[in-house]
């Protein structure tokens, strides 16, 4: 895990967008779901994308995370042109270089806090011993070494979700992609995993994009971007 002290909003721009769209063909009705998008994120940034239903936050979110490629347009991450990326070679940058968080856990219902911690590294040619001291290493993290054995169903909802940001960190991703992180949680849990993914931005300069739409969880972010209609509005400066 990298332990350096990334402090938000430093000048080194991890995400550069510009003219970024996306188009979906519905039938034969071409629907452009975001118009010519411009957005910088400074590494160690912790931005919230807000917006109504059907804006196209998600999209974007998608895009960013390189699980979904742009129709046209210019996306940067991490040095990288991921919008020219394909098939395996943004597989691999993805597996790489991000970190996701569903507001499902997608934990694995047979298996342990601990496995399920360890799963992206299977993709790795990373030995059985290291691949369990990094899991248990994530666990640790985000306060759950105590629950390494246990299995999805002997966890509550707040601690499946940190056993979920724990895969995320296990490969030290520069980016953590949230999509709805809280939106299965009560306030106080949600308050409470959102607190940690506060700590993971400012203690360990982890770069977040997270998508929300409750304005309280908006709050623990750096700045708050707002879209509407596949358009950006508002666009606070970092």
Known sequence: MDTRNGSPGTDAVLVRIRGLT????????????????????????FVALMGPSGSG????????????????????????RIDRLHGEA?????????????QSYNLMPVLTAQKNVELPLLLTDMGAAERRRRAALALALVGLEDRAEH?????????????????????DPRLLICDEPTGDL??????????????????????IVMVTHDPKAAEYANR????????????PAH
């Open 22 to 45: 996306k188009t979906y063909l519905r039938g034969q009705q071409r629907i452009e779901v975001l118009h010519g998008i411009d957005l910088d994120i400074p590494d160690g940034d």
């Open 57 to 80: 936050k998600t999209t974007l979110l998608n895009l960013i995370g390189g699980l979904d490629t742009p129709t046209t347009g210019e996306l940067v991450v991490a040095g990288e």
């Open 90 to 102: 943004l597989a691999r940058w993805r597996a790489d270089t991000v970190g996701f968080i569903f």
């Open 151 to 171: 299995k999805p169903s002997e966890l509550s909802g707040g601690q499946q979700q940190r056993v979920a940001i724990a895969r995320a960190l296990v490969s």
């Open 186 to 207: 009560d306030r106080k849990t949600a308050d409470e995993v959102l607190t940690l993914l506060q700590a993971l931005n400012r203690r360990f300069g982890k770069t």
């Open 224 to 235: 708050v971007v707002h879209l509407d209609k596949g358009t950006l509005v508002d666009v």
